[in-house]
């Protein structure tokens, strides 16, 4: 198995992950909050998706799929079009809301076939390469993408957990 087949079967689970949370869900169970104040469903697999999104445009070099596939305008949300949700507070959280599960869907769909794009012709000497001098040590590319698999999967677990007690 080569490093670009690992990269697409850890992306290929997330994918999985986040349709089995989501699907067939409706709007106020997307928007569910258990405890009041947690993450919902729609907050947290937006916000991994636009993680990802972010993450792997940046190093591919290509424009976020969220605003160059139009999906800030069809998801609506009164945020900033730059905002992946990164550090948002109770309102910022609440105000992810979405008509369906199939918007969520439809949008991580095409962040996941640009990462598969990005990843399935990658070399494993290409991971190496820096992609992030703000850090000690540097961010390589292996490490930025392992990152957003991490991320993602938590997010995604976290996502399904909150599906089995609705």
Known sequence: MTSA??????????RGVVHRAVDGLS????????????NSIAWLVWHLT??????????????????SGGWV????????PADTGYGHDD?????????????LTGYHDAVYQ????FVAPLADGDLGRVVDRA????????????????DDLQHA????FIRGLL
């Open 73 to 80: 305008e069809r998801f609506g949300l009164p945020l900033d």
């Open 91 to 103: 309102d910022q959280v609440a105000a992810v809301r979405v008509g369906s599960g199939e918007l």
């Open 135 to 150: 850090w000690d040590p540097p961010v390589t590319l292996g490490v930025r993408l392992v990152s957003v698999i991490s």
């Open 5 to 14: 087949e690992l990269l697409t079967d850890a992306f290929d689970r997330i």
């Open 114 to 117: 640009r990462t598969i794009d």
């Open 157 to 160: 677990g976290q996502a399904n």
């Open 50 to 67: 636009r993680i990802q999104d972010d993450h792997v445009a940046d190093v591919a070099g290509v424009p976020q799929v969220w605003t």
């Open 27 to 38: 709007a106020d169970d997307l928007a569910h909050r258990i405890g009041g104040d947690a």
